[in-house]
């Protein structure tokens, strides 16, 4: 007799709610219509799951335009599945498209796609939500796989597992926890790095100074909360009428000033044609090399090639009255150039682009306080004021399209690298920076609390010492100044291992002998997401996708006619795991006579909420 497939997803957030999508896509091609169990395993709602649920502050935004997120494929996605369209944000709440809508809308629009997604599973489907932690997952590698929830004695049978648990949370590394010590011992306020709608701020006294370290979108969030949360408004001419409720933020981080703004407008005329130094064929060059490829000396001359070919690409084509030489000459001086650059490439650029402002120089927009000096701490402050200044007006004008290009070409370059693993923090770092920054609002808020003083810089590599009972922070960046506070905060998400994390799934799966990169993401096959055991061998039935894993994309949402590689990954694992849950529902035993009928007409599929 057939019996009923089974199917656990742990982690009811974007991407669980995107497989989902893609189950009930792929299913009238690759599921014969019998029975199917769908177990969701979440303490929170499905689809915001615990980053986008509704139950956060109204304040806090997302930093896309509504018109740029979409849950659903179109044709620019490749993929086996088929394409089925569905709404952007804007399209779905309404409204100017343009807006940066509040995380409450975009939750609403994230339910909405789960529940659409539920629907659409076949006849016969019923899905189950259980609102508890998921804690181990056992099981041979060709039999049925068990899940052990928090606060149940029988754990829930899968025939396959897919692990999309989203942002996790670490247990505190050595630095942390020596910070966590001495505020504990002092009696001094240590918030570490979390999502900061979790943080509590009610910890944070006004009027008191208070260390930050982050420049970060987690900073945009705290921002938010401790001044218009705390009842400030910006008038009309955007200066900031404090409430006396702020405490004074002392903020600085590795590059020591914030992320830049999100481009305003959309490329339109002629786009780069990427990929073009950074394609398949490269990629699989890195992946032959003996040993792996090094992001430093391999990967990144290659991504270099790639970001500067998409800049002037688009400054030649849509602004060549601020060249020298045609397109077609440059390109071809261009490729010429080693990877790297070089004194080649500096003079070809020089004599091509007369302004050195259309120039793209990498490392400035890496480390832009990098050998900066100032002798009193308020010139930093007018510093950074000038620095946001210029790059909001910069950011704002399609004259300088050519930096949206980059943009375009840093989310292309990361669909490439995303098959190379684990490449380190600091190029998503590098991505985020220029490509996944807040809103133009958000830093002409920071701007504004510069000025009224409840925001004041420190500078670039912030480093955090202790010592007479509080906390110190110092720059190179303003030599010899030293500022000293109780309390300090950490704004950032954490980056939790496979070993550090603290959610006990993926720390008994790494006991139980899954792989994990040098820095501790979980190892899954690059093509379907399923996870790999220490010799290289793919689980049949296990799955994981997202930022714990070494196929994490650049963590932002998909584009539409972006070809985003989450939709990507979402359609290939899901068109596996129907094949595993396919061939499970099959008799073990077929009758000697099959009789085909009809599917019933009045099949439904079926949700229930479980305790």
């Not at 041979?140 to 754990?155: I, K, M, S, Y």
């Not at 996790?168 to 009696?187: C, S, Y």
């Not at 980059?406 to 490439?416: I, K, M």
């Not at 061939?583 to 006579?593: L, N, S, V």
Request: aromatic content about 6%.
């Amino acid at each position: 007799m057939k019996r009923n497939a089974s199917l656990v997803i742990v982690g009811a957030g974007p991407r669980g709610t995107g497989v989902l999508e893609r189950i009930a896509a792929n299913a009238p091609e690759l599921y014969d219509g019998s029975g199917l169990d769908v177990h969701v395993v979440d303490p929170y709602p499905p689809g915001g799951g615990r980053i986008w649920r509704h139950d956060q502050s109204p304040l806090l935004r997302m930093n896309s335009q509504a018109r740029d997120v979409t849950m659903f494929t179109d044709d620019s996605v490749e993929m086996a599945g088929p394409v089925l369209a569905g709404p952007t944000v804007h399209e779905w709440a309404g409204g100017d498209g343009r807006a940066f809508v509040s995380r409450r809308t975009h939750s609403g629009y994230l339910r909405w796609v789960y529940d659409r997604a539920v629907a659409a599973l076949p006849p016969g489907t019923t899905v189950h939500h259980h609102p508890r932690r998921a804690l181990r997952v056992t099981g041979t590698r060709h039999g049925r796989q068990t899940v052990e929830l928090e606060g149940l004695d029988t754990p829930l049978a899968a025939d396959a597992v897919v692990l999309a648990q989203g942002h996790l949370d670490a247990e505190p590394d050595v630095e942390q926890t020596g910070l966590a010590d001495f505020a504990a011992r002092h009696g001094l306020v240590h918030l570490p790095p979390e999502f900061t709608a979790d943080s509590d701020l009610s910890r944070l006294a006004p009027g008191a100074p208070v260390l930050v370290r982050g420049l970060g979108l987690a900073f945009v969030d705290l921002m938010v909360l401790l001044t218009e949360g705390r009842g400030g408004r910006y008038g009309e001419d955007g200066t900031y009428l404090p409430s006396g409720r702020e405490p004074v933020l002392h903020v600085g981080s590795r590059r020591g000033v914030p992320y830049h703004a999100k481009i305003p407008y959309p490329l339109v005329g002629e786009r780069p044609p990427l990929p073009r130094h950074l394609g398949p064929a490269e990629i699989d060059r890195l992946l032959a090399l003996p040993g792996g490829p090094d992001f430093r000396r391999d990967v990144w001359p290659l991504v270099a090639r790639e970001l500067r070919f998409a800049h002037y690409h688009r400054l030649f084509t849509a602004h060549p009255e601020r060249t020298r030489v045609p397109w077609a000459e440059f390109e071809r001086a261009h490729a010429a150039c080693p990877p790297g650059g070089g004194p080649a490439l500096d003079t070809l650029v020089a004599g091509a682009v007369p302004d050195p402002a259309d120039r793209l120089d990498l490392g400035a927009l890496d480390r832009p306080l990098a050998g900066v000096r100032h002798a009193s701490a308020e010139a930093l402050q007018e510093h950074l004021r000038t620095y946001i200044a210029a790059g909001l007006a910069r950011r704002g004008d399609p004259a300088h399209s050519a930096d949206l290009a980059l943009s375009h070409a840093l989310l292309a370059v990361y669909g490439q690298l995303a098959r190379l693993g684990d490449l380190g923090p600091w190029w998503h770092g590098f991505y985020s920076s220029l490509a996944s920054g807040p809103p133009g609002p958000r830093l002409r808020n920071l701007r504004a609390l510069s000025r009224a003083g409840v925001v004041r810089f420190l500078g670039a590599d912030l480093r955090i010492t202790t010592g007479d009972g509080v906390f110190r922070a110092e720059s190179p960046t303003l030599p010899g100044h030293v500022t000293e506070s109780r309390a300090l905060v950490e704004a950032r998400l954490p980056e939790p291992t496979v070993s550090t994390t603290r959610d006990p799934l993926l720390r008994a799966l790494y006991a139980d002998g899954a792989a994990a990169t040098p820095a501790g993401l979980l190892t899954v096959d690059p093509v379907d997401g399923r996870v790999l055991d220490r010799t290289g061998v793919p689980h049949p039935r296990r799955f994981a996708l997202g930022p714990g894993t070494d196929a994490r994309g650049p963590g932002g949402f998909t584009r539409p006619g972006g070809n985003g590689l989450a939709l990507r990954q979402n359609d290939a694992t899901a068109r596996t795991v129907l094949a595993v849950l396919r061939e499970a529902a099959r008799p073990a035993h077929p009758p000697k006579r099959r009789i085909r009928g009809f599917p019933d007409p009045y099949g439904k599929v079926e949700h229930h909420e479980h305790g």
